[in-house]
């Protein structure tokens, strides 16, 4: 018996359910990386992106409803590896200059694949007939190219000058 073909529809369920995923291990990780931190505004960057990560996560149960489905995660390997790196310097890095700049750098990697998800997204939305959840992945689109800007501004402006220095 010949396989169902996949299309492009089974294929936006899958990475809606692969980014859903990710975003919920983004939520779970946001305050550790807070406590870790040690700029002041480092650590309200990542508490302020744990409050719109909460509301990027109604926004794709509400693309779920649109689609009529059930909100459901499939482990994303990719956020697995993003978050360990993350993790690793945490660890490494803990109380030393060049933790906060390890930080910001694993929290754009972070971004970076967010990004491209929600792009990604956002585009077979257009192409499937789906305005409605293409505007919703666009508004997270825009809060993620924004707390990419933010971190990058953060980064040039303190972060990774009091990395270099000697404590």
């Given at each position: 018996?010949?396989?169902?073909?996949?299309?492009?529809?089974?294929?936006?369920?899958?990475?809606?359910?692969?980014?859903?995923?990710?975003?919920?291990?983004?939520?779970?990780?946001?305050?550790?990386?807070?406590?870790?931190?040690?700029?002041?505004?480092?650590?309200?960057?990542?508490?302020?992106?744990?409050?719109?990560?909460?509301?990027?996560?109604?926004?794709?149960?509400?693309?779920?409803?649109?689609?009529?489905?059930?909100?459901?995660?499939?482990?994303?390997?990719?956020?697995?590896?993003?978050?360990?790196?993350?993790?690793?310097?945490?660890?490494?890095?803990?109380?030393?200059?060049?933790?906060?700049?390890?930080?910001?750098?694993a929290a754009q990697a972070v971004e970076h694949?967010?990004?491209?998800?929600?792009?990604?997204?956002?585009?077979?939305?257009?192409?499937?007939?789906?305005?409605?959840?293409a505007s919703l992945l666009e508004a997270t689109?825009?809060?993620?190219?924004?707390?990419?800007?933010?971190?990058?501004?953060?980064?040039?402006?303190?972060?990774?000058?009091?990395?270099?220095?000697?404590?």
């Amino acid at each position: 018996m010949a396989k169902k073909p996949k299309l492009l529809a089974d294929l936006f369920h899958d990475t809606l359910k692969d980014v859903y995923f990710a975003e919920k291990k983004i939520l779970a990780t946001l305050p550790k990386m807070a406590k870790a931190a040690q700029s002041k505004q480092l650590k309200a960057a990542f508490l302020k992106h744990q409050k719109e990560t909460a509301g990027q996560i109604k926004r794709l149960e509400s693309v779920f409803k649109i689609l009529g489905k059930k909100p459901s995660a499939k482990k994303c390997d990719a956020i697995m590896g993003i978050t360990a790196e993350g993790a690793e310097i945490m660890s490494e890095y803990k109380g030393m200059p060049a933790l906060d700049a390890g930080l910001a750098a694993a929290a754009q990697a972070v971004e970076h694949y967010e990004i491209s998800r929600y792009g990604t997204l956002a585009t077979w939305a257009k192409e499937l007939g789906m305005r409605d959840a293409a505007s919703l992945l666009e508004a997270t689109l825009k809060e993620e190219k924004a707390t990419d800007a933010a971190l990058s501004t953060l980064a040039k402006s303190v972060i990774n000058v009091a990395a270099e220095a000697d404590l």
